[in-house]
């Protein structure tokens, strides 16, 4: 079982940036495929960025160019960089991990973007 724990949110201005970190308790080259999702209070949990094992990506259509999913193999961590923050991107913050049809959620990260 893959273990993921998420860390890095907080409260941050409109505009501001925060980096999220995901750290697996085993290789992440390992997993098929890692990842962050998102959730707002009533609202469908949704893709914010996602990695492959090769290292495609691929981004909520939201995201436009702000975000950035990135890994470092030797910490078996994740990273999400956000930029340019909106507030309409509150939310809690989630990493998964899909392995052989399986998907693995770490506790999420309460993100807050406010003035």
């Known amino acids: 079982q893959v273990r993921l724990v998420e860390s890095g949110g907080g409260l941050v201005q409109p505009g501001g940036s925060l980096r999220l970190s995901c750290a697996a308790s085993?290789?992440?080259?390992?997993?098929?495929?890692v990842g962050w999702y998102r959730q707002a209070p009533g609202k469908e949990r949704e893709l914010v960025a996602r990695?492959?094992?090769?290292?495609?990506?691929n981004y909520g259509d939201f995201v436009k160019g702000r975000f950035t999913i990135s890994r470092d193999g030797a910490k078996n961590t994740v990273y999400l960089q956000m930029n340019s923050l909106k507030r309409e991107d509150t939310a809690v913050y989630y990493c998964?991990?899909?392995?052989?049809?399986?998907?693995?959620w770490g506790q999420g990260t309460q993100v807050t973007v406010s003035s």
């Open positions: 998964n991990g899909e392995r052989n049809s399986r998907d693995y």
């Open positions: 990695m492959n094992r090769l290292g495609l990506t």
């Open positions: 085993e290789s992440i080259l390992s997993i098929n495929a």
